[in-house]
């Protein structure tokens, strides 16, 4: 069972998907390396947290690409019995008229500093259940509506009766994005007004408190992204002839008075049930407190973690010149005073590293004198991979000139055709270009790949249609490793931008050009000195800030210690 270290944790930090090492495929992009990051810094400032989340036994997907450069998707599957332990506590949720029992496994997070944190693993995968409950928790973001409200009746009511059952006595529960909403509805059935105290007609629902106990971290700038499910979809889901022990606590009305009038919306049941509601960067807060009008929408900037995020040769070179780092990275901005030619070579080192895996991956050899440009993220629609390659002519005309080369790589979501359609379109350009410019994709970006990338580039590019970037992460996680960007001013670049000092802003396709060609090829082939004070800019302005330490400091003075 737990140990009492771990059961002392007091807040419980729902999310759907969670990266807790590159062994285990349970998160898809972001937001699931925010709650990673998250669980890391809470280990490493010792907060009393525990995660949980579903066990994703399948994965994601690992993604292979074709010989046209189209994705292809296979399982990813993992066992957790190699990395977590089973706990004998077990529940059910009723589902469809059914018990859907819900086990759970233990992966502590333990930091380099001495501290741990518990991740509880929900798993359905139980001899006691129908076959098709096996599979609920079996894929990340697969299947359709009704397997996905399934996960989120198993993550939201099953997450809560598990921590109880596991002997958790919390005090917040914070829900990492809309999936977990039906947390807030678990907790309603808890706490309720004796019926003594009602007068006729009155709701026995003890709102308020369980407001209380509810934190949201809202994370779609647009209506569309949200988490939708049908009325008709809840009351087959949640129907039950069985007097007296509906999954549903309360009347449909007052579900939809909570919930949303049309359809479940699952951002409008969590702003309904916390009472603190963040967005994850300042501009992100701006446009969600427009689109959610009378809710207070307060902004906690994401960052990353220190350690995991940055590369080998830097972490030796900060623990020589700043000691301390790890657990207060504000001491980077010491990182200025570090001789130049250090800076140079533990990015040389970290470039070396990426260089060796491109040419593991492709064949291709990069060099390691010129400018390697990379984009690297979830491939969507949004994130507008393809402005780089609007003039490819143009493109050339820069390669002729400077030394440069692009690295390229990214997951789309299965069911995102779109996205399917970048993947294909980017290793068409690749292909376009051999010859002009070195460029390549690498197949499969996941956690390790992220971590050769944001460390082995020389500038981290960015180009979303604003005011989608909720937030971003990895251009935090270059700053890290002394990778400048170049970026488009939505998310977090808007507070970390100093043009000339962090990298440099980018608007349209022309500017991303024009940038380039008169600001960033420039410097960095003519003028070192110039380009390693650039590097220390990252550092020194951008990682001392975009740091999950600092994050999580603030998570825990002004939303969970209310
Ligand atoms: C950091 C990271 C992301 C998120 O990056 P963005 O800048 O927010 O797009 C996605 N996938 C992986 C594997 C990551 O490490």
């Known amino acids: 069972m737990l140990d009492e270290f771990l059961q002392r944790a007091r807040v419980a930090y729902f999310s759907m998907e969670i990266a807790l090492r590159s062994e285990i495929p349970t998160y898809a992009g972001g937001l699931g390396v925010l709650a990673g990051d998250t669980l890391r810094s809470a280990a490493d400032l010792s907060l009393p947290l525990v995660a949980v989340t579903l066990v994703s036994r399948h994965g994601y997907f690992r993604q292979e690409l074709d010989a046209e ?27 469809e008229d ?3 029992w819900v086990g759970a496994w233990q992966y502590v997070v333990e930091s380099d500093l001495g501290g741990r944190a518990p991740v509880i693993l929900l798993d359905t995968d139980l001899a006691e259940n129908l076959p098709a409950d096996r599979e609920i928790t079996h894929y ?37 994005e809309g999936h977990s909403a039906l947390l807030g509805l678990e907790l309603l059935r808890r706490f309720t007004y004796p019926k003594s105290e009602l007068r006729p007609g009155e709701s026995p629902y003890d709102l308020p408190r369980v407001r209380q106990l509810c934190r949201f971290t809202t994370h779609t700038p647009v209506e569309a992204g949200q988490d939708r499910f049908s009325y008709e979809l809840v009351q087959q889901l ?7 022990i509906s999954t549903l606590p309360l009347p449909l009305q007052e579900l939809q008075q909570l919930g949303g009038r049309e359809a479940l919306n699952m951002t409008q049941l969590a702003l309904s049930l916390s009472d603190f509601v963040n967005g994850v960067a300042k501009r992100h807060a701006e446009v969600s ?7 207070q929408v307060r902004a906690i900037t994401n960052g990353v973690h220190p350690y995991t995020w940055t590369a080998p040769a830097f972490r030796a070179l900060y623990d020589h010149h700043v000691a301390g780092w790890c657990h207060e990275p504000e001491l980077l901005m010491r990182a200025a005073d570090i001789p130049d030619a250090e800076i140079l070579a533990a990015h040389l080192e970290a470039k070396g590293a990426l260089i060796e895996r491109v040419r593991q991956a492709t064949g291709v050899a990069l060099g390691a004198q010129a400018l390697t440009l990379s984009f690297a993220r979830r491939m969507t629609a949004y994130k507008r991979p393809e402005l780089l390659f609007t003039d490819c002519a143009r493109l050339e005309a820069l390669a002729r ?42 197949p499969d970006y996941d956690f390790a ?23 971003g992460t990895s251009g935090m996680k270059a700053a890290f490793n002394g990778v400048p960007s170049l970026s488009v001013l939505d998310g977090w670049w808007v507070e970390g931008c100093v ?54 400091r603030r998570y825990a003075a002004e939303a969970y210690l209310r």
């Open 69 to 95: 450069g189209r994705q292809i998707e296979h399982p990813a599957p993992w066992d957790p019995a190699k990395w977590a332990v089973p706990l004998d506590a077990k529940v059910a949720v009723r589902i």
């Open 98 to 100: 059914r018990p859907v």
């Open 140 to 176: 990340l973001y697969g299947g359709d509506q009704r397997y996905r409200l399934k996960q989120e009746m198993v993550l939201g009511f099953g997450g809560v009766r598990l921590l109880q059952a596991l002997g958790f006595e919390i005090e917040a529960y914070h829900m990492n």
């Open 238 to 244: 949640f129907h039950d002839e069985a007097p007296g």
């Open 289 to 295: 407190a427009r689109m959610y009008p009378g809710y």
């Open 401 to 442: 000139r400077w030394p440069l080369q692009i690295v390229l790589a990214g997951k789309a979501h299965p069911q995102d055709e779109e996205g399917r359609r970048l993947v294909a379109y980017l290793n068409q350009q690749v292909r376009a270009l051999r010859g002009k410019v070195v460029a390549v994709y690498l």
């Open 449 to 471: 790949l992220a971590q050769l990338l944001v460390s082995g580039s020389d500038l981290w590019l960015n180009t979303p249609l604003p005011p989608l970037e909720a937030s």
């Open 499 to 552: 043009e000339n000092v962090t990298g440099w802003s980018v608007d349209s396709a022309a500017d991303l050009y024009g940038k380039l060609e008169n600001s960033v090829l420039p410097l960095f082939h003519g003028e070192p000195g110039g380009w390693v004070r650039l590097m220390k800019g990252a550092i020194t302005r951008n990682a001392v800030y975009f740091n999950s330490h600092r994050m999580m």
